[in-house]
């Protein structure tokens, strides 16, 4: 039988009276989430590379990837046509974990994975349009960083 924890997050910070209170609870959340040994094995940790069409795909959303150690990718929907859906967008950061980043509008975008065009119907190829000004961006960043455009160091 196996144990879940469960971890409540703690009020908003607006809540707390101060600044006191407010460290003691945000150490008492971090406190849950450090732990000698995980309950589950690598093997069923999130792989961004086999989950970003999932994702993209689920979500009828693009998916943007940064990554300080590997490639950073963008991922499309591919059976769904152009919305008005925010994208979402994860950083892989210590080598070990998944954050949630909220980007501005205009922020660099990723190129996208190279193998979508091939799988993605004709509908759907209309998102490469959407995101194309974002992974210009990109690559300038890249050429001014002389990285290639698949790997950047994200400060």
């Known amino acids: 039988m196996h144990s879940h924890n469960i971890i409540m997050l703690p009020p908003p910070v607006a809540e707390y009276t101060t600044r006191e ?6 150490q008492e ?3 849950h989430l450090v732990t000698e040994e995980s309950p589950v094995g690598k093997s069923y940790w999130m792989r961004m590379l086999q989950l970003g069409d999932g994702i993209a795909n689920a979500y009828q959303r693009p998916v943007h990837f940064y990554s300080s150690t590997g490639s950073s990718l963008t991922f499309l929907p591919s059976f769904s046509l152009p919305n008005d859906n925010l994208p979402i967008c994860f950083a892989f950061v210590d080598g070990n974990h998944f954050i949630a980043l909220k980007l501005q509008e205009n ?3 990723a190129p996208v994975v190279g193998y979508w065009r ?5 509908q759907a190829h209309t998102w490469s349009s959407q995101v194309q000004s974002h992974i210009t961006e990109w690559i300038k960043l890249c050429q001014l960083h002389q990285k290639t455009p698949d790997i950047i160091e994200i400060p």
């Not at 209170?21 to 945000?26: F, G, P, R, S, W």
């Not at 091939?118 to 004709?122: C, Q, S």
């Open 118 to 122: 091939r799988f993605a119907t004709t």
């Open 29 to 31: 959340f971090l406190d």
């Open 21 to 26: 209170e407010l460290l003691k609870a945000a």
């Open 107 to 109: 922020a660099p975008a």
